[in-house]
């Protein structure tokens, strides 16, 4: 008989059935043990009245890998609908011992370090596989509607000869005696390859040696990068980012309604418009409203964030809204200026419900604005980079959304490590 | 007008459309010049037959990035089958020089190094572009084949505290003042992952500090990585395997029809059962048709999977072989054995055309085996992972598909660094 999974169980009422995975609870009444059976996909209850099983099943420890066979019987009970009836069990594999902390509780009771030590185990929980599940969709999502644009994936170089954008904040390492550096973002690469295919996305992790343990930031996290060529300029990529948002959700919406039930969460949408403001008016805005002095700053504070993130909602009914147009002063150099206010850029920050989830913007694609823009600097050890600016670039710009901060946002955790399956940060190197 | 791009002329007969791309090459005839604008499609040919027209795109440099205005007119001569004709050129972005070597023949004639060494540049081939597209087509197609069979994507550290598998050709890094190193494989945390959610995958970069330069060895290459629980043993691995190939080929056949014409490219079919052949049986044909002493090797040396390869193609019609049981001694110490043959593994190599293509096999579940196979190792770095096998573990497996070499077997190409973006060996960390 081939094994089904719990979620299946529903369609074969008045049959036979066998189901397989982990012993998640079992609750021992006066003459009736309920096990509860957790399998990759959710949660099957399993009714034992022999009082031989009861005592054997009643010796396993919680986490035992079982195989049971039994009758699919549906009732009004049971949380899933069904049960099983008439159990045999079959141990595949029993644990050492008891695990760290208890999995059968709708949510788990632990301190973030001891959750994260414990990954293993705790990656088991409903939650968390929820979790994950979000994240696979979304990534998924972010997939298929770039595909659908034309976009082609790429992988490339982790290990780089010279620190990618800024120099700070990289991880050195030893490449065949020689010093290199772990990529912070594969944005070189991306560009680059907009001169052969014109639209590329990579799905790739990315390192930044941080110094601070934040909530918000890990040594590595997962880059969603997206890179296209002939646009006007960066409402092209606007454009293109909005159907990537829609995509996501609507592939979490498509893919993980159990999870999103359990987790109790509903899904932003995003407006067939996002509003936009730039990033002056959003300053004459803030500073009119709050009388905080904030016009003149180089860039808007997290609670200058928060009060646009309010704004949008208020006026737009939207929980995403564009800023647009930061100075040039705080953007790496290869971002494109504004071309008629020269101080401004071409560039944009997404803001979620208030917090910066996405940066992107239009990018230089003349050689000598690069080699303007890096004045002062040894280009030498970007001229594998320049040289698709020294043969003909079109115009082009991109952006790129981190996956945990992504998934944070959605499934509403307050660390991105929640949503994390093994986070690396200042101090965590294990598991 | 909405750009469009070359492939689409066809369907535009006798309109007036606009295309874009780069000058890839011109003719100039006493009368006329014929300009090929290359996009990331495909290539157009445009007729100019006015003279100062002809003069002023004369001028330019190949690469050139420009848009065309003109009619669509279909034609039996052109290659394919539709020409632009008076057309209107806008210079977009103009080059600072001649590109290192000559992107308008059919072939890039130039040594391997300069090739790589102008990456960004060659990258433009079209044959290069085509090679571009079939990998991620065979990606797009591992992971779909996958998602259907339930597995759920997921993203693991590349950075850990220990030597992941062997200890030996691993990069060290700085981690915070830490000793770190680059993750060899995801091979503990698609385990670990497997308690969670029971059948994961993961595509991402894996990194091995391969101290010899030889065709088929990168430092960093693209793993596609997939693991299941709840299995009887390897064979079920090898059935998803299956599954996963013919997935990768059929993805391939949909998307690139056109790259594999211009690679003169046919992809080979994938057997409902893919021939199998033990390991020990395997040996005693080669020993008996060659005369050769391999039996009682530990592995097979490459002219032995060469024969191998022969042997299905002519007694299977197979291009690909299941080679199974690998001695244990040769595996890795996660690897099951047969519970027969003690000294043989629950393991296989795919042999495509004679090469080891992909590695995989059942693992130990059991704790107490895993604390058996490290007898003698400090497991005390591993023990994050081996948490999973002491909370209760499935039996289960898996595999790893080399991702360049997948796509230079499958274009013919002799190495694997004609197929990779931006390679990094021994010697190349650049551009």
Redesign the interface.
């Known amino acids: 008989m081939e094994?089904i999974?719990s979620t299946d169980l529903l369609a074969k009422d008045g049959q036979r059935v066998r189901i397989?995975g982990?012993?998640h609870h079992q609750r021992q009444l006066a003459k009736v043990t309920f096990a509860l059976i957790r399998?990759?996909?959710g949660i099957a209850q399993v009714v034992i009245e022999d009082d031989s099983l009861r005592e054997q099943v009643g010796a396993l420890?919680p986490?035992?890998?079982v195989e049971v066979e039994g009758l699919a019987v549906r009732t009004e009970q049971t949380p899933g609908g069904v049960e099983i009836h008439e159990p045999q069990f079959r141990v595949?594999?029993?644990?050492?011992?008891l695990?760290p902390f208890e999995l059968r509780r709708p949510t788990l009771n632990v301190q973030l370090p001891t959750l994260l030590?414990?990954?293993?185990?705790a990656?088991?929980h409903p939650r968390?596989?929820a979790s994950?599940?979000i994240?696979?969709a979304s990534?998924?999502g972010f997939?298929s509607t770039l595909?659908g644009l034309?976009f082609?994936?790429?992988?490339?170089?982790?290990?780089?000869?010279s620190a990618t954008e800024t120099g700070a904040n990289v991880?050195?390492?030893?490449?065949?005696g020689?010093p290199?550096y772990?990529a912070q973002s594969p944005q070189f690469?991306k560009q680059?390859?907009v001169?052969?295919?014109?639209?590329v996305y990579e799905?790739?992790?990315v390192?930044r040696?941080e110094?601070h343990n934040t909530a918000r930031h890990l040594?590595?996290y997962?880059s969603l990068d997206a890179e296209l060529g002939?646009i006007e300029d960066h409402r092209d990529v606007m454009a293109v980012l909005r159907q990537v948002l829609a995509g996501m959700l609507e592939a979490v919406t498509q893919r993980c309604p159990r999870d999103l039930q359990l987790l109790g969460i509903e899904l932003p949408s995003v407006p067939a418009e996002v509003p936009s403001v730039h990033f002056s008016v959003a300053q004459e805005m803030i500073e009119a409203a709050t009388g905080n002095q904030v016009i003149g700053e180089p860039d808007l504070s997290p609670s200058d964030e928060r009060w646009i993130g309010d704004w949008a909602r208020r006026q737009h009914g939207s929980d995403f809204v564009f800023v647009v147009g930061y100075p040039m002063v705080k953007r790496p150099f290869y971002t494109h200026p504004d071309p008629v206010r020269l101080e401004f850029s071409n560039s944009f920050d997404l803001l979620f419900r208030g917090m910066e989830l996405v940066t992107g913007g239009q990018r230089l694609?003349?050689?000598?604005a690069y080699l303007n823009a890096l004045a002062g600097v040894d280009v030498g050890?970007l001229?594998?980079?320049l040289?698709?600016f020294?043969?003909?670039?079109?115009?082009h710009g991109g952006f790129a959304i981190g996956?945990e901060r992504w998934v944070a946002r959605i499934v509403g955790a307050d660390n991105v490590r929640e949503v994390t399956?093994?986070p690396?940060d200042?101090?965590r190197?294990?598991?």
Do not use: C
């Open positions: 094994r999974f397989a982990w012993l399998d990759a996909k420890l986490e035992s890998v595949i594999s029993t644990p050492s011992e695990p030590d414990n990954a293993a185990v990656q088991r968390l596989q994950t599940r994240s696979a990534v998924g997939r595909d034309g082609t994936e790429i992988h490339t170089p982790k290990i780089v000869g991880f050195a390492l030893d490449y065949f020689r290199a772990l690469y680059m390859m001169g052969a295919l014109e639209r799905v790739g992790p390192f040696a110094p040594a590595q997962t002939f694609h003349r050689y000598e050890p001229d594998g980079y040289a698709a020294r043969y003909g670039m079109p115009p996956l399956l093994f690396r200042l101090t190197l294990a598991p």
